[in-house]
């Protein structure tokens, strides 16, 4: 005998809007399955705004409301029976961010919590990853968004350091990270690796799930440093039209991917990581299991 919930998890990005629907699979004397339903993606680049002019703009703000009566109706017919919606590193720092969560709640019937850098990091590190991490081996989980990047290490398989940093892909597409910030996070990865022999490297975020898609690996295979390298030079070499037209990026991942395997490979740098395993887990994976298990 099974029993299946519904849950949804909503990630307001700074590069994207992302709705997830989950199945919960209960069977007694077994742990509970989390399987996706469905995943609906929208680009709307609030880290545009908010990291430029400390606001979101009125265009943006329709399209935010737009997003949430139809990811409304979306949890309705699937039958949803709880959700979470969570915005991030461009909502935090947005100055009309309270105004349009109470437009938000106010037209879609949404409730929308801003989450902090320290909170975000917990929430993803509260994923599923048991198939990846080994008890006897250290890993750097890494991902990468818009506004933010979000380190914790695990050892032992449990996580015993954590950190956010103002650094993603939307702020240096608008050169908006400095040197401080790079040496900030060279350091704290340094510190943290430093008493392991060996660290592996987890990715988690939309362009190095791309990154993997393009190697035709198998999902239990992790990508190495030199192929992710390799894959930075040539991404580096080609324009933007080319990116969209040989790789079939979507426009909004065409600009920033670069962006992301940089901050990927000083990570495996900086840690000693030669490899770096592509879960396809993020935020929104850790919205839906920290529900469940009570833990947000």
């Given at each position: 005998?099974?029993?299946?919930?519904?849950?949804?998890?909503?990630?307001?990005?700074?590069?994207?809007?992302?709705?997830?629907?989950?199945?919960?699979?209960?069977?007694?004397?077994?742990?509970?399955?989390?399987?996706?339903?469905?995943?609906?993606?929208v680009p709307?680049?609030?880290?545009?705004d908010?990291?430029?002019?400390?606001?979101?703009t009125?265009?943006?703000?329709a399209?935010?409301?737009?997003?949430?009566?139809a990811?409304?109706?979306?949890?309705?017919?699937?039958?949803?029976?709880?959700y979470?919606?969570?915005?991030t590193s461009?909502?935090?720092?947005?100055?009309?961010?309270?105004?349009?969560?109470?437009?938000?709640?106010?037209e879609?019937d949404i409730?929308?919590?801003?989450?902090?850098?320290?909170?975000?990091?917990?929430?993803?590190a509260?994923?599923?990853?048991?198939?990846?991490?080994?008890?006897?081996?250290?890993?750097?989980?890494v991902?990468v968004?818009?506004?933010?990047?979000?380190?914790?290490?695990?050892?032992?398989?449990?996580i015993?350091?954590?950190?956010?940093f103002?650094?993603?892909?939307?702020?240096?597409?608008?050169n908006?990270?400095?040197?401080?910030?790079?040496?900030?996070?060279?350091?704290?990865?340094?510190?943290?690796?430093?008493?392991?022999?060996?660290?592996?490297?987890?990715?988690?975020?939309?362009?190095?799930?791309?990154?993997?898609?393009?190697?035709?690996?198998k999902?239990?295979?992790?990508?190495?440093?030199?192929?992710v390298?390799s894959?930075?030079?040539?991404?580096?070499?080609?324009?933007?039209?080319?990116?969209?037209?040989?790789?079939g990026?979507?426009?909004d991942?065409?600009?920033?991917i670069?962006?992301?395997?940089r901050?990927?490979?000083?990570?495996?740098?900086?840690?000693?990581?030669?490899?770096?395993?592509?879960?396809?887990?993020?935020?929104?994976?850790?919205?839906?299991?920290?529900?469940?298990?009570?833990?947000?």
């Open positions: 005998m099974i029993n299946i919930k519904k849950y949804a998890a909503i990630d307001i990005g700074s590069n994207a809007v992302r709705l997830l629907i989950s199945n919960i699979v209960e069977q007694e004397g077994r742990e509970p399955q989390f399987n996706k339903s469905s995943l609906v993606r709307i680049r609030l880290g545009q908010a990291f430029t002019v400390g606001e979101i009125e265009e943006n703000i399209r935010m409301v737009d997003a949430m009566k990811y409304k109706l979306l949890m309705k017919v699937h039958g949803v029976e709880r979470m919606a969570c915005a461009a909502m935090r720092e947005a100055y009309n961010a309270a105004d349009i969560v109470e437009t938000i709640q106010r879609a409730k929308i919590d801003i989450i902090d850098g320290k909170k975000e990091a917990a929430i993803i509260a994923t599923d990853l048991h198939e990846f991490i080994k008890p006897d081996t250290t890993y750097l989980f991902d968004g818009g506004g933010s990047t979000e380190f914790s290490l695990f050892a032992k398989g449990q015993v350091a954590s950190k956010s103002k650094n993603g892909t939307v702020r240096l597409l608008n908006m990270v400095n040197d401080v910030v790079w040496v900030e996070i060279e350091k704290w990865i340094k510190a943290v690796t430093e008493p392991y022999e060996t660290v592996n490297l987890i990715g988690s975020g939309g362009n190095i799930n791309k990154l993997f898609k393009l190697s035709g690996k999902q239990d295979k992790p990508l190495s440093y030199f192929y390298h894959q930075y030079q040539a991404l580096n070499s080609m324009s933007y039209e080319q990116r969209i037209a040989d790789l990026l979507n426009p991942r065409a600009d920033v670069i962006h992301a395997a901050i990927y490979l000083n990570a495996m740098r900086w840690s000693g990581a030669r490899n770096i395993f592509v879960p396809k887990i993020g935020l929104s994976d850790g919205i839906v299991k920290a529900m469940y298990n009570g833990t947000i």
